[in-house]
């Protein structure tokens, strides 16, 4: 038996597709409505959608999609979390709960609130891709990785509760955090690694022309993946998020000075230093 | 029939373990001979390396290993490469090619040319792991892989072929290079990954603590795969290529500033532009 009769996603790219896949094979919701804002300029994704699985409901409108339903995931890029919001809020029913996906929560929290407060559970999933859109959704997406939710004290307790059970049913583990915490962590273990792999790219692709570039081995492959990812997508996170990043990216910047300074002085001492560091402090992490 | 009768691997770890599994099953070489430095406070490490199938013959002493070699492959880090080839150079056939597999060139070889020109052919195979020692090597690391040689007007014709023919009986593609560009390539797209990468786990590792580390993802783990390599290896590769490292560097920390500034002044344009460059740069490549 379902756990709850109706869901809408928002949004139907990566995340909001993955979802609603998984959703649909877990049997949590008895409806899995959708929209998206592409299918109008791109009708044809809407059919990809209803092809791969993502929705029973292909709604006209989102706020088509929101009418009846119990749970509203906003699965949009971080700057029009909002303004969806603002559009479908006076639509919503009494009892529906909504949450977002957003790689970015503190100000998302905050500005929801004000609109919903109670109703409204800020979230994010700790997975992705470098790839996006409907063509990379995948039922399995969130297998194993934590969804962090951002209870604050305005947010219900029922509210808080279906989202982690939605959470589950996907396979993730729910995790709290509250919204500023999240913000400073997905800076650093995230958006850090975003940034780094733009510049890289930028870097290499500078220094390194013609049939030279394919000399490019594992360690520029994997310091790069994240670079495919839509830009769009990113300037919105990093512009949101600004002040986590640049603090992550400031501490990362005078690591990185240090180690030019020991590399200039053939301070072979040093440099094995940092690096030996460096590399203890990596095997702190568990990554999937 | 082999091309050779006798190759000796001097060095047998992630690399030079990987180059005799691979020879070994090629046929390239009627008899693979190798030694290690190791072997001598760690024995267990010649046994692997004999049910490995890394060597037929374990040498007792690097002078043992090159005596009746056709080919002496030096496949120890960057700073032992020369020191080495001082020890086995009198003990050299006088008709005896040597290699090198060392992340930089452009010191080795002029120092190595200084010593047995005409003989000595500078080689970087272009495949790796974050992992070392014998336990990682495998058969089919070069499969596919570049293999740069750097040849110069000193390198004997029959040097360079000799050490070419060995490259491809293993799967790899062998590709002259001369020394300096190979040192300011393999700077831009394989030492500054490398350092980006401690960089990340350095920073990471101070932001976030405790548990909060198990929320790091995708990014974080492709970001930071290859600060599990040896310190020690990649300290001594940083001081040898110090120049076209920090040239790398110091462009990757301009195009950061850069980005820092946009982040700092919410500077959209900005910010989408850098990204969407770097994107198409990434685009640009072709990875293993």
Same mark, same amino acid.
């Given at each position: 038996?379902?756990?709850?009769?109706?869901?809408?996603?928002?949004?139907?790219?990566?995340?909001?597709?993955?979802?609603?896949?998984?959703?649909?094979?877990?049997?949590?919701?008895?409806?899995?409505?959708?929209?998206?804002?592409?299918?109008?300029?791109?009708?044809?994704?809407?059919?990809?959608?209803?092809?791969?699985?993502? =929705?029973?409901?292909?709604?006209?409108?989102?706020?088509?999609?929101?009418?009846?339903?119990?749970?509203? =995931?906003? &699965?949009?890029?971080?700057?029009?979390?909002?303004?969806?919001?603002?559009?479908?809020?006076?639509?919503?029913?009494?009892?529906?709960?909504?949450?977002?996906?957003?790689?970015?929560?503190?100000?998302?929290?905050?500005? &929801?609130?004000?609109?919903?407060?109670?109703?409204?559970?800020?979230?994010?999933?700790?997975?992705?891709?470098?790839?996006?859109?409907?063509?990379?959704?995948?039922?399995?997406?969130?297998?194993?990785?934590?969804?962090?939710?951002?209870?604050?004290?305005?947010?219900?307790?029922?509210?808080?509760?279906?989202?982690?059970?939605?959470?589950?049913?996907?396979?993730?583990?729910?995790?709290?955090?509250?919204?500023?915490?999240?913000?400073?962590?997905?800076?650093?273990?995230?958006?850090?690694?975003? =940034?780094?792999?733009?510049?890289?790219?930028?870097?290499?692709?500078?220094?390194?022309?013609?049939?030279?570039?394919?000399?490019?081995?594992?360690?520029?492959?994997?310091?790069?993946?994240?670079?495919?990812?839509?830009?769009?997508?990113?300037?919105?996170?990093?512009?949101?998020? &600004?002040?986590?990043?640049?603090?992550?990216?400031?501490?990362?910047?005078?690591?990185?000075?240090?180690?030019?300074?020991?590399?200039?002085?053939?301070?072979?001492?040093?440099?094995?230093?940092?690096? &030996?560091?460096?590399?203890?402090?990596?095997?702190?992490?568990?990554?999937?």
């Amino acid at each position: 038996v379902a756990a709850i009769q109706r869901v809408a996603i928002l949004g139907l790219g990566l995340i909001g597709g993955s979802l609603g896949m998984a959703l649909k094979r877990s049997g949590f919701a008895s409806e899995v409505a959708g929209w998206d804002a592409g299918w109008e300029t791109r009708p044809a994704s809407r059919a990809v959608c209803l092809e791969r699985g993502a =929705v029973d409901e292909a709604a006209d409108s989102p706020e088509a999609a929101v009418a009846g339903a119990d749970l509203v =995931v906003l &699965a949009v890029p971080v700057d029009a979390v909002i303004p969806l919001l603002d559009r479908v809020a006076p639509h919503l029913e009494p009892y529906a709960v909504v949450t977002d996906v957003g790689s970015t929560k503190e100000r998302i929290v905050r500005e &929801a609130e004000a609109r919903i407060a109670g109703r409204f559970v800020g979230g994010h999933p700790m997975a992705g891709s470098e790839r996006s859109g409907i063509e990379a959704a995948a039922a399995d997406l969130f297998e194993g990785a934590p969804w962090i939710t951002c209870p604050t004290n305005e947010t219900g307790r029922k509210a808080l509760g279906l989202v982690e059970r939605m959470a589950a049913a996907v396979g993730a583990a729910p995790r709290p955090c509250p919204p500023g915490l999240h913000d400073d962590v997905a800076a650093a273990l995230s958006h850090l690694p975003h =940034v780094l792999a733009f510049g890289l790219a930028d870097t290499a692709a500078a220094r390194v022309s013609g049939t030279l570039r394919t000399l490019a081995a594992g360690s520029f492959r994997d310091g790069t993946r994240v670079a495919q990812s839509d830009p769009a997508l990113w300037t919105s996170i990093l512009v949101d998020n &600004a002040e986590p990043v640049m603090e992550s990216l400031d501490q990362f910047l005078s690591w990185a000075t240090v180690l030019r300074r020991a590399i200039a002085a053939a301070d072979r001492e040093s440099v094995h230093r940092l690096l &030996a560091q460096a590399h203890e402090s990596r095997a702190e992490f568990e990554t999937p």
